[in-house]
């Protein structure tokens, strides 16, 4: 019976899997006979057209449906010529390759973690514990951690070209071998000072090798790691940073970001967070290989951040090695910007109050960043000279704001802007939201009908216009909601 019943299963399997790919294919089919019909159609407009006068804009969307299955992409392109939108629709299939990537930065960078697994003093603990054990016997132990450890100890991972590190393992010249150095490592936990506050625990698990050379010899390993009745966390990357021309600058503090407080028992907020520059020695050894050694007896602070200030996003600029981080800071919208070229020189920016139930976007573009705030309008953040200046742009609050604070709910980069002199324009996909209940829960998704240009300078609104297309419409009906990308150029 129960044979018969597993054939019966895979049976339907077969079935759905097969019923799902001829969907998908009759549904991508469905949508590629009609490239050659697509049509815009303007739905408003508002302003002087010739104030967007020679923009173009790209549009990318991929239907998200099956992802283990062929796809495709359609390419809108929008020219404004003549106080008009010229449309040059095209379309892709994408076929399935076992999965779907994206690409990662490149850029050189250090990444610091807090894990009591390093502790020298948890060690000499584990040693202790480990006397009233038989080899090949193993216990588990609840430790009151503040009693042992006085800060949480601290390690990095870091690249520099092709070549992986971490701060525990250093080539010997004499040697001609890896060995572990716990110098660095010690030198790492002092300089961030993440102190074990009391009440935290630690479930540790400890079991006894064979012992070597007379000595007691033994592993252990944190399972748990507890704060009150809560689970918090065994193993943390917390900072950041980036490497230019021979040392890292440690910047970007996770802790910091919105909505993340698992590491406000250990942390303190009120003191504000150091930015650190860290020399790195590079060292070669045998078989044209190159080992980089952090430098910590060289490590200098080049600035410090407010510790209230909460990262939104972060991203390092692609004219020059800058930090760009947008965020909020004692209840202020704020900019902060690295410069690593200028000895990690630090600019903040404040820009406007927050104000319970807005909503803002961000968008880090190459050496600026756009803030977008729903009711009020858009801050950009740019270089002017040896500084940085701000530029603001207010929304108009009955034409284009129905539109544009759409953007967050897309998975992808659904919305674009462009600053130059003055004139900023944002293009996105326009839609409306609206929710769905499936098994896991009620979802909100933006139901696309088509495409939006808004042009602005510091006066405000001069020109917005929006264009709808039936393509939206049956590319959700087929196969759900979009990854999409936009493009001003």
Not at 141 to 158: G, H, Q, R
Not at 222 to 244: C, K, L, M, Q
Not at 254 to 259: A, I, K, M, P, S
Request: glycine share 8%.
């Amino acid at each position: 019976m129960a044979n018969k019943r597993i054939r019966i299963w895979i049976i339907v399997l077969v079935l759905l899997t097969a019923a799902a790919i001829a969907y998908t294919f009759t549904s991508a089919s469905s949508i590629a006979a009609t490239a050659d019909k697509v049509e815009y159609v303007q739905n408003g407009s508002y302003g002087d057209p010739s104030a967007a006068e020679g923009i173009n804009v790209s549009f990318e969307h991929l239907p998200r449906g099956n992802i283990n299955i062929d796809r495709v992409k359609w390419k809108s392109e929008l020219s404004m010529n003549g106080g008009r939108a010229d449309f040059d629709v095209s379309h892709e299939f994408i076929p399935y390759e076992g999965t779907y990537s994206v690409e990662g930065s490149s850029q050189d960078d250090i990444v610091f973690y807090a894990s009591f697994d390093f502790s020298p003093e948890l060690e000499v603990l584990a040693r202790e514990e480990a006397r009233s054990l038989k080899e090949g016997d193993g216990k588990t132990i609840t430790v009151d951690l503040s009693k042992y450890v006085e800060y949480v100890p601290v390690i990095a991972n870091y690249t520099v070209g092709h070549s992986s590190n971490d701060s525990r393992h250093y080539y010997d010249p004499e040697s001609k071998t890896t060995v572990i150095r716990e110098d660095v490592d010690k030198v790492l936990t002092e300089l961030f000072g993440i102190k074990v506050r009391d009440g935290l625990t630690a479930t540790m698990t400890i079991y006894r090798d064979k012992d070597k050379f007379g000595d007691i010899s033994c592993r252990y390993s944190i399972t748990e790691v507890n704060y009150g009745p809560s689970r918090i966390w065994t193993d943390i990357s917390f900072a950041g940073g980036t490497y230019h021309d021979g040392a890292f600058y440690v910047y970007n503090y996770f802790g910091r970001y919105e909505n993340a407080d698992w590491f406000a028992v250990s942390w303190d907020r009120s003191e504000p967070y150091k930015l650190y520059r860290i020399p790195v020695k590079s060292v070669e050894a045998e078989k044209d290989t190159t080992f980089y050694e952090l430098e910590a007896d060289k490590i200098t602070t080049f600035g410090e951040i407010d510790g209230s200030f909460y990262i939104i996003e972060s991203r390092l600029s692609e004219d020059g090695p800058k930090a760009m981080l947008p965020g909020i800071a004692d209840g202020v919208y704020r900019v902060s910007i690295v410069d690593f070229t200028n000895g990690g020189r630090l600019y903040d920016m404040d820009l406007s109050k927050v104000t319970e139930g807005r909503n803002y976007d961000v968008l880090i573009k190459d050496d600026y960043v756009v803030l977008a705030i729903n009711k009020e309008g858009y801050y950009v953040v740019y270089p002017r000279g040896n500084d940085y200046d701000v530029f603001f742009a207010p929304t108009d609050g009955k034409v284009e704001d129905a539109e544009v604070w759409r953007h967050q709910k897309w998975y992808t980069k659904s919305f674009d802007a462009s600053y130059s002199d003055g004139k900023l324009i944002v293009a996105g996909f326009a839609g409306e939201t609206k929710s769905v209940t499936d098994a896991i829960g009620t979802h909100e998704y933006v139901d696309a009908a088509g495409l939006s240009l808004a042009v602005y300078s510091k006066d405000g609104l001069q020109y917005f216009t929006r264009y709808d297309s039936d393509l939206f419409k049956l590319q959700y009906a087929t196969t759900g909601s979009s990854l999409c990308s936009v493009e001003i150029h």
